[in-house]
């Protein structure tokens, strides 16, 4: 680890925003449920997983870091892909310390290159310290960590640079220090002390279905695979309190509403199963899910379906 946050005022209690940065799959989301301890942001070996910012919020006796995931910066090839870039283009100029993701298992490549050229300027305009972040190290020998150090060092000026493993945890509490760190002081924290994320429930729903029925389907179908949650209601006259929640998986071809429902159902009864399971241990209630898959053709690139669908 190299640098390790501003000079003075250690004592102060610190609290603001910091943003992880990266390209699509460079271990955002589940680096941020590590921090948080707790699965705020969904996760998936597909790229463009994160489709809004999402704010876990971490809490210790001197600090409040809230965590502004992001989707990845990417070169679009979609208006949802532009309106994805938009919004971490945003957002970047809202926080006061920036995490650049760069997995271990990975060259540094030319969309890196693309990133590191875009902090580069906010560091200049607004001097938003910038902590470079070595994920996924468990992946790596020690020679091939030091290598990509060496990389990460050589494509920017960054305040610090701190390897880490989401997964195993190792150096995860050395990344909170580091972010922490360049927090500015503030006489409270910002969010009470127990909560962990200021995202509606409606929103981890439809995200937690959508991790669900991203498992392992094919590449083309995580970008054209949208969730919506339709309603929310208790069932007066069961028994045992129970929540009817209603869901809609949109795609844009047949033969993609084909996929995600599978042979007989098979694979939607798969999508509910595991998806129904994080929805009851979010809510603290049992769940009686209702999915439907509908085709809303070529959505990705309809401004009219992208607002309906929250994009």
Known sequence: ????????????????????????????????????????????????????????????????????????????????????????????????????????????????????????????????????????????????????????DQLGDWAAIVPCSATSGAQVDDVLTVLSGYLPTSPAPLYPEDVLTDEESDTRIAELVREAALEGVRDELPHSLAVVVEEITERADAERPILDVRVDIFVERDSQ??????????????VGSTARAGIEALLGRRVFLHLRVKVAKDWQRDPKQLQRLGF
Do not use: W
């Open 1 to 152: 680890m190299t640098g390790g946050g501003p000079r003075g005022a250690e004592s102060a209690y610190r609290a603001g925003f910091a943003c992880l940065v990266g390209r699509p799959n460079a271990g955002k989301s589940t680096l941020t449920n590590a921090l948080v301890g707790e699965k705020v942001a969904i996760t998936s070996a597909k790229p463009q997983t994160t489709r809004h910012t999402i704010r876990g919020i971490v809490t210790r006796p001197g600090s409040q870091l809230v965590l502004v995931d992001t989707p990845g910066l990417h070169k679009p090839r979609t208006l949802l892909g532009e309106r994805l870039n938009d919004l971490v283009r945003a957002t970047l100029l809202d926080v006061d310390v920036v995490g650049f993701c760069l997995p271990s298992d990975q060259r540094i490549g030319p969309g890196d290159g693309f990133i590191a050229a875009e902090l580069t300027e906010l560091m200049r305009a607004r001097s938003t310290p910038v902590v470079a972040i070595a994920t996924k190290i468990d992946r790596v020998d020690r020679a091939r960590l030091a290598e990509h150090l060496i990389a990460i």
């Open 257 to 270: 509403k084909a996929i995600v429902i599978g042979r007989g159902g098979a694979r939607l009864r798969e």
